[in-house]
């Protein structure tokens, strides 16, 4: 299985398209940012300090949680490959068993996943840094990519499961479009979640890559955050909180980080058995 996962790693890096297309969704994102996302976050005609740094925070925040999805995506294009070029006839012929088969291309997934997404967490800290920001301190960092870990665990289990279902690269191309477009608004990076209808609200409450986004959000701009609205009213802040998804909140209650962590963990672990109870039952 290791050697596997080792081979479709090395395959993927090798395409420089497949790299290129994993990171679509974030170069989108950067694009909109600079051209129109900073006009949806508003202070009105208030100069507020460090405003500037928590736009740029909060954006990162979104940039990373996007990763998180769409680079497993690309790496599991492979695993498309495989069958639609025969490939996969050569390892059923083979002594290696299905769910070793199976579980090279996850693996290989959530490695170059969580991979790549540090890389964009380190990259979105030195944009701060650039802009004036300051650095995480060492935990936050480490927080951060735990939350990584778990973000790319349950996005690359939703994708497996997804992935499963495809027989061709034109219908996995077709999907991989989509999800690159939706995904920045289901993790609320495109447009504020507070800006959005109640109804893609309610989806994007139970979408755990959502949750990833808040967790993440949470952390890096806390500080900016302190800054921004130190002599602001607490109900400003709260407003601005929950419209810019720093928190989630279901009816009058705000979901607490444990809940998310949950969603996370769960949705991560019933998809990978969802994803290779399919292949198993296409195996067959």
Request: net charge positive; hydrophobic share 50%; charged share 15%.
């Amino acid at each position: 299985m290791l050697m596997l996962a080792k081979r479709n790693v090395k395959i993927y890096f090798r395409d420089k398209s497949a790299v290129f297309f994993s990171f679509l969704a974030v170069l989108i994102t950067i694009g909109l940012y600079a051209l129109f996302l900073k006009d949806t976050i508003s202070f009105g005609d208030m100069e507020i300090a460090g405003k500037d740094i928590l736009t740029h925070s909060w954006v990162v925040s979104g940039i990373i949680a996007v990763s998180t999805v769409t680079t497993t995506l690309g790496v599991l294009q492979r695993m498309v490959s495989d069958q639609t070029q025969k490939i996969k006839k050569d390892f059923d012929s083979s002594p290696i068993k299905k769910w070793q088969v199976t579980g090279g291309y996850i693996l290989s997934a959530y490695v170059v996943g969580t991979l790549m997404s540090v890389v964009t967490f380190v990259l979105g800290e030195l944009y701060i840094k650039s802009a004036g920001g300051e650095f995480l301190p060492a935990a936050d960092m480490v927080k951060v990519v735990g939350i990584i870990l778990l973000a790319v665990f349950s996005s690359s289990a939703m994708i497996v499961f997804l992935v499963s279902f495809f027989k061709s690269e034109s219908a996995f191309s077709t999907a991989s479009s989509i999800i690159g477009t939706l995904i920045g608004f289901l993790v609320g990076t495109y447009i504020p979640i507070g800006h959005l209808p109640e109804i893609a609200q309610r989806v994007i409450k139970i979408f755990p890559p959502s949750h990833a986004g808040m967790l993440i959000r949470r952390i890096l701009m806390e500080k900016p955050m302190e800054v921004t609205f130190q002599h602001a009213p607490v109900e400003m802040t709260e407003q601005f909180k929950e419209t810019m998804g720093v928190v989630l909140v279901n009816g009058e209650n705000e979901v607490s980080i444990f809940l998310s962590i949950g969603l996370l963990v769960i949705s991560g672990v019933v998809f990978y058995i969802l994803g290779i109870w399919n292949m198993s039952r296409k195996n067959k």
